[in-house]
């Protein structure tokens, strides 16, 4: 508490005490009042407790004390009197003797930092002459403390150029109304009313790149300022249109391979296309430095049909989407189907070789088959006599690989394909062997090293010297 502020007149005198002498805004102190008559007849009427506004009453906090006995407010609510600027008491009890009549009060501090002179003590006796006293401004001063605060910010998504986002600040201490500064690189974007403990700002990136936002509660008379930790944003360009063109490459037919193509504008490694043909997937390709995505196709019926491409997206270019209306004709009446099947691929590390082995049943020799790792070209090899074609495959990526086999078709004979599924494992990277021994170290020598002879006169002396000490 603080030390007491003490007065008197017409032989009555008081001391006031505050609970607390640095209140924090937001504290509840108490203000108590002691009011002592001396060896006369003078009575006391009432006593006033005068304090600032901004020092909030606390219903039903007043208590007293008179000739020993304690009332309340809850017990004599009439004899309490309560306004902004003061708390008075009176009761008809406090016109008895001895002892000093104690007259309390809770209040909530709501005042700006600093000093604050607290008020002082009114009353009023029987002294016609001087029974109204008025210490009103006689103290004692507290020292007011801002209250602390504290401002999280969360991660805000990774927006593009001129793209909204929305910043959000979650606040402690901050009372409703308060004012949170949102800033990026240092530099202030705009400000969101505090709410429930919450602020917002929606914000859209004028630029593109790497952005430190950081939210702050700027110091007010009454609440500390608080900045949140830095936020890394990373905003990309704004996304641009792609398109998609589809082409083909030699005459469609049943059960002839054909290279479907698509090119994005604009060109770029990044994304890929999966293909379809009336609805059903033939499968995805990636797309290349050059834009384009490529897959081979074997159409098995004719007549008219519908290519689609749908382009995934990249960084910075938008998804899209393409079709193709094709013609495919009939096989020729001669043509014959073929089957090609692919031998069980051989797991191997990274780096290893394994034999790629495709069977055609072409009833001839002749044709190539090509070889992929899911859209990725392998190689081509001739088909032999014996109806196979083998490729020698050295993987560079460990995981789960399908491997391809298409048979160009030759003659009369139409195309056709398999696929097989093989797991490549890690390459295993065996540590350095431990060095040689260093030969000037003096504990690693061989038996050869051992003493030649019981006098100790030669210590490069081999094994079989060892006899001379049984000599």
């Not at 009353?123 to 401004?137: H, V």
């Not at 790149?209 to 608080?226: D, N």
């Not at 399908?402 to 004979?413: D, E, K, L």
């Not at 139409?414 to 990277?429: G, R, W």
Request: net charge negative.
């Amino acid at each position: 508490p603080t030390a007491p502020a003490k007065g008197s007149q017409g032989g009555v005198s008081y001391e006031r005490t505050v609970s607390e002498s640095s209140p924090v805004w937001g504290d509840e102190i108490t203000i108590t009042n002691k009011v002592t008559r001396g060896s006369n007849l003078w009575q006391v009427y009432w006593i006033e407790d005068v304090k600032p506004d901004c020092l909030e009453y606390i219903p039903g906090s007043t208590t007293w004390s008179v000739s020993g006995k304690t009332y309340t407010e809850a017990s004599n609510p009439g004899e309490v009197f309560v306004s902004p600027g003061s708390t008075k008491i009176d009761p008809p009890l406090a016109n008895s003797w001895a002892p000093p009549i104690t007259f309390s009060a809770g209040y909530r501090v709501t005042c700006a930092a600093g000093p604050l002179p607290t008020g002082g003590p009114k009353w009023n006796t029987t002294n016609a002459i001087s029974g109204a006293a008025d210490f009103s401004s006689n103290g004692p001063t507290i020292d007011v403390r801002r209250m602390g605060t504290s401002v999280w910010l969360a991660q805000p998504v990774n927006p593009e150029v001129n793209q909204q986002v929305t910043l959000r600040a979650t606040t402690n201490n901050v009372p409703d109304g308060g004012v949170v500064t949102f800033n990026v690189d240092g530099a202030p974007v705009g400000n969101g009313p505090v709410s429930n403990g919450q602020a917002t700002l929606e914000w859209a990136p004028t630029t593109a790149g790497t952005k430190q936002v950081t939210a702050t509660f700027g110091e007010t008379p009454t609440h500390g300022g608080s900045t949140s930790h830095n936020r890394t944003v990373v905003v990309s360009p704004t996304n641009v249109d792609s398109s998609l063109a589809i082409a083909t490459s030699g005459d469609l037919k049943v059960g002839l391979s054909t290279r479907i193509t698509a090119t994005v504008s604009p060109a770029g490694a990044g994304g890929e296309v999966e293909f379809f043909h009336d609805g059903v997937s033939i499968g995805p390709a990636p797309v290349g430095a050059d834009g384009t995505a490529s897959i081979d196709w074997i159409p098995s019926v004719a007549g008219e049909r519908t290519i689609d491409a749908k382009f995934s997206g990249r960084t910075g270019v938008n998804p899209s989407n393409a079709g193709l209306a094709v013609t495919v004709a009939e096989k020729a009446p001669e043509a014959q189907s073929t089957t090609t099947t692919l031998a069980d691929i051989q797991s191997v590390e990274v780096g290893q070789e394994t034999t790629l082995k495709a069977t055609v049943t072409a009833g001839q020799a002749g044709g190539t088959v090509t070889f992929y790792d899911g859209n990725t070209l392998i190689g081509t090899a001739p088909v032999q006599s014996d109806g196979t074609a083998t490729l020698t495959w050295a993987p560079t990526t460990d995981g789960d690989h399908t491997v391809r086999a298409v048979f160009s078709g030759h003659g009369v004979y139409l195309a056709s394909q398999d696929t097989e599924s093989v797991f490549i494992a890690p390459k295993v990277v065996n540590p350095d062997p431990d060095p040689d021994p260093d030969p000037t170290d003096t504990d690693s020598g061989s038996l050869g090293s051992l003493t030649g002879s019981g006098g100790g006169d030669n210590a490069s002396g081999s094994l079989g010297s060892l006899s001379s000490f049984g000599s």
